[in-house]
């Protein structure tokens, strides 16, 4: 059975940082590329940032580029997402994702599991 089970959201104002944190079971976790969504009240779920199955490549939504950060560690079975100088309209619930295949991704279709998601609310 795939999980994907998401942590690390909180309440931050703006300006500050939160790290999120994947933990995924039931997929070889290096073989799949990794990427990171939000869904804002009354809005679509948006691409926030994906990362290739070895780490080399990433790729971020334009709006939160030079402020957030993903990476992966293999040996853990972990995807990161660390987020720097919040802004109110970072609040969303953010979701993981996993594809099979190596590269990045950026479409909600192209991935096959998801995580359940962890709220993040970043207050003015």
């Known amino acids: 059975q795939v999980q994907l089970v998401e942590s690390g959201g909180g309440l931050v104002q703006a300006g500050g940082s939160l790290r999120l944190s994947c933990a995924a079971s039931?997929?070889?976790?290096?073989?799949?590329?990794m990427g990171w969504f939000r869904r804002a009240p009354e809005k679509e779920r948006e691409f926030v940032a994906a990362?290739?199955?070895?780490?080399?490549?990433?790729y971020y939504a334009d709006s939160v580029k030079g402020r957030f950060t993903i990476s992966r560690d293999n040996a853990k079975n972990a995807v990161y997402l660390q987020m720097n100088s919040l802004k109110p309209e970072d609040t969303a619930v953010y979701y993981c994702?996993?594809?099979?295949?190596?590269?990045?991704?950026?479409?909600?279709?192209?991935?096959?599991?998801w995580g359940q998601g962890t709220q993040v609310t970043v207050s003015s």
């Open positions: 994702a996993a594809k099979l295949g190596g590269s990045v991704f950026k479409r909600p279709s192209e991935y096959e599991y």
């Open positions: 990362i290739s199955w070895s780490g080399g490549i990433t």
């Open positions: 039931g997929i070889t976790f290096s073989n799949y590329a």
